[in-house]
């Protein structure tokens, strides 16, 4: 969806707003697909798999990687996958894409002006953390976030993008699960059963206007919200013709 604006005059900071856009059309029947597919934790280890190695600490992070998997429910699954480091689709086992294709985003984020009309897709961990006095959780305590709230989660952080929300469609989303080994154990170990994780997650999609092209540059870059290793936070653009 991160596709199809048209470039204009260079804006402040545009220069140095590059990544590239991957989209992979997943072939469900393939083993390591399903694999990752069932553990936001193996994706995001396959993810990181398209990019150079030693990154040192916070890989995803140097690399800009960000990620999400994308089905109307009817076809294959696609897997988007933006990084400031060019990815490698080759690095991929045998058959396990259909199709692989790779766009610079620079002419994108060079389009992007106050007034432009767009269209935007995020999926987004919506949750937040307890406060002290909170009857909602313990303090600290990562609660998720469902109808108004989530809504309103989004369109605060639309506003912080630099966006001016028009329409605000949210969709129920099944969530998603990683898998970690308890502290401590290594892979090899065996004796203890991986932690899983569900994440709270909503889907949104609707149209909108650019008031703040560098913090929406910033926001792409470098994604929205909490839970960035595991599939949520990459904000797609796309025109809104009208």
Avoid at 22 to 50: F, K, N
Avoid at 122 to 149: F, I
Avoid at 157 to 166: D, S, V, Y
Avoid at 180 to 188: E, I, S
Wanted: with cysteine; net charge positive; glycine share 10%.
């Amino acid at each position: 969806m991160t596709t199809g604006l048209s470039p204009v005059p260079e804006a402040e900071g545009a220069a140095h707003a590059h990544a590239w856009l991957l989209r992979l059309l997943l072939d469900p029947g393939h083993r390591e697909v399903q694999r990752d597919l069932r553990d936001a934790s193996a994706l995001h280890r396959r993810v990181m798999s398209l990019v150079p190695d030693g990154l040192g600490e916070a890989p995803r992070a140097r690399a800009g990687a960000l990620f999400r998997l994308d089905t109307d429910g009817v076809g294959p699954t696609v897997l988007l996958v933006q990084s400031r480091l060019a990815p490698d689709p080759s690095r991929l086992p045998a058959g396990y894409s259909r199709s692989a294709a790779v766009k610079d985003m620079r002419p994108m984020f060079e389009a992007l002006r106050p007034g432009l009309a767009i269209r935007y897709r995020l999926l987004a961990n919506t949750v937040r953390r307890c406060g002290p006095n909170s009857t909602a959780g313990k303090w600290k305590q990562v609660v998720p976030l469902h109808g108004e709230e989530a809504d309103q989660w989004w369109a605060t952080r639309a506003e912080a993008a630099g966006l001016n929300l028009h329409t605000l469609l949210p969709s129920p989303s099944d969530g998603l699960t990683s898998r970690h080994l308890p502290k401590g154990t290594t892979p090899p170990d065996g004796k203890q059963a991986p932690r899983r994780i569900p994440r709270a997650t909503t889907l949104f999609e609707g149209s909108a206007t650019v008031r703040d092209p560098e913090a929406l540059r910033h926001a792409l870059l470098h994604g929205v919200g909490r839970s960035k290793s595991y599939g949520c936070g990459l904000l797609s653009l796309a025109p809104n013709q009208v």
